[in-house]
């Protein structure tokens, strides 16, 4: 699909979530690396009060990912943490939950301008990444901490701690394996 095919997916798309979409342009689309596979774009919309910048994050081709994930839970995880949590996160806003608008199930989001923890840590001081060490033990527990009693139905609820850290080790452990190489980071 060329750009200028997806951007007016896009913009068609906005529009159908939300009638302040009618008619906006779609511009400067571009891929951006990271999320595991998942096919990550930003883009800016103009709704014709200037333009916002938005990220679009969706399934690859059937058989490309490296891991297999779930829009649709994610959809549901990122609006729980969203609403019952002060975790910052980007505000999730449009779903296209079957991929029927944009070819694959594809989350719309927020847009937070910024640098990947990983470039900020390999290029501060010590003292820089003991700050981002706390702060990123501050987010896990912040998830950790988050109540479980909202959780929507819609996401799995192990029963069990240690079998569902374990089949998720294992989960990892096997995708590195049937890689083509190692990768530490998995």
Known sequence: MTTAEITDKLASFLASQDAANEGCKVSNYSSIPGGLSRLTASFEVNQGSGPRRLIARSDPPAGTAIIESDR????????????????????????????????????????????SLTVVASVSELARRR??????????????????SGIPSELRHPGDWNAYMNEQIALWADTEKAGVGSDPFM
């Open 72 to 115: 649709t839970a994610e959809w549901h995880l990122l609006n729980y943490l969203k609403n019952n949590t002060s975790l910052p996160i980007p505000a999730p806003l449009y779903f296209d939950k079957t991929g029927r608008h944009l070819g694959a199930p594809t989350i719309v989001s927020e847009f937070v301008d910024g640098q």
């Open 131 to 148: 700050e981002l060490y706390r702060m990123v033990a501050k987010v896990a527990a912040d998830v950790y901490n988050a109540p479980l």
